[in-house]
């Protein structure tokens, strides 16, 4: 496989492949969690069937070697109460959502940050355990929610809702909206933001002023 990152999006389908180390390359398949019971009885033929969607990648799957068994995985989209006496959760512990907008990372370390920083409040005794944590809880779910729900959308690999598709049109051929639109995907501005009414009005005007 070539040396770059290249990524399909295709009906109920999402696939991947990315340059990993000594000429190795990761290829990812993903398909809506509806139809794993189905497609666990033959995961690498379901696997190869998505690549049919793009068949120049699928003639280079065919002639490359796998190196390593298929690893799978199923996530679970939850928020977890992140603490109670003498414990608090972080990271993935304490909320999980879908890899696919990539931001368990990060999350897991703003969590730490956010923890940690309560508990020292807690201990040095500023305030009481449970109001520390309790504004890390809040703190960290209104971080969270709106890139979690963004992601729960995403994951189902389904068409965009209409309107998400009316702003998609409009957001197309506009430089500043599409960095926007990037910005929010790699989490360094929250779907609260991008989406923020004003902000989809202010796309939409532009996008008819060039229509
Ligand atoms: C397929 C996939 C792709 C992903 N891609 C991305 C990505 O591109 N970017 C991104 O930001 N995130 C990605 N994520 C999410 C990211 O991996 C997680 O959000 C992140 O690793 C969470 O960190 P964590 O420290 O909370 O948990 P973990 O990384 O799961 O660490 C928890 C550790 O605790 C250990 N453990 C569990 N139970 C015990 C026990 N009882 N005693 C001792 N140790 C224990 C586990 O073995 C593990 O090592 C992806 C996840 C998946 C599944």
Same mark, same amino acid.
């Given at each position: 496989m070539a040396g770059r990152f290249e990524?399909?999006?295709?009906?109920n389908r999402g696939f991947a492949a990315v340059p990993t180390h000594d000429g190795l390359t990761l290829v990812i398949a993903g398909w809506p969690h509806a139809e794993l019971e189905a497609n666990k009885s033959d995961i690498e033929g379901n696997y190869l069937k998505v690549?049919?969607?793009a068949p120049p990648f699928l003639e280079r799957i065919r002639a490359a070697k796998r190196e390593v068994?298929?690893?799978?995985?199923?996530?679970?989209?939850?928020?977890?109460?992140?603490f109670g006496p003498g414990w608090a959760l972080v990271g993935d512990a304490g909320y999980n959502k879908d890899p696919i907008t990539a931001?368990?990372?990060?999350?897991?370390?703003h969590d730490a940050e956010r923890c940690s920083g309560a508990v020292d409040e807690a201990l040095r005794g500023v305030r009481s355990?449970? &109001? !520390?944590?309790? #504004?890390?809880?809040?703190?960290?779910d209104r971080h969270?929610?709106?890139?979690? +729900? $963004?992601?729960?959308?995403?994951?189902?690999?389904?068409?965009?809702?209409?309107?998400?598709?009316?702003?998609?049109?409009?957001?197309?051929?506009? &430089? !500043?909206?599409? #960095?926007?639109?990037?910005r929010m995907n790699a989490?360094?501005?929250?779907?609260? +933001? $991008?989406?923020a009414p004003e902000r989809v009005g202010a796309m939409m005007a532009a996008a008819s002023l060039r229509n």
């Open positions: 990524t399909y999006i295709r009906p690549f049919e969607l068994r298929f690893a799978g995985a199923c996530v679970p989209n939850f928020f977890r109460k992140p931001q368990g990372i990060s999350d897991a370390f355990f449970d &109001a !520390a944590l309790g #504004d890390y809880q809040r703190a960290r969270a929610m709106p890139m979690y +729900e $963004f992601t729960c959308q995403l994951a189902t690999l389904q068409p965009p809702p209409p309107e998400m598709q009316r702003l998609f049109g409009a957001i197309h051929g506009n &430089a !500043a909206a599409m #960095d926007d639109f990037v989490g360094t501005i929250s779907p609260a +933001e $991008f989406f």
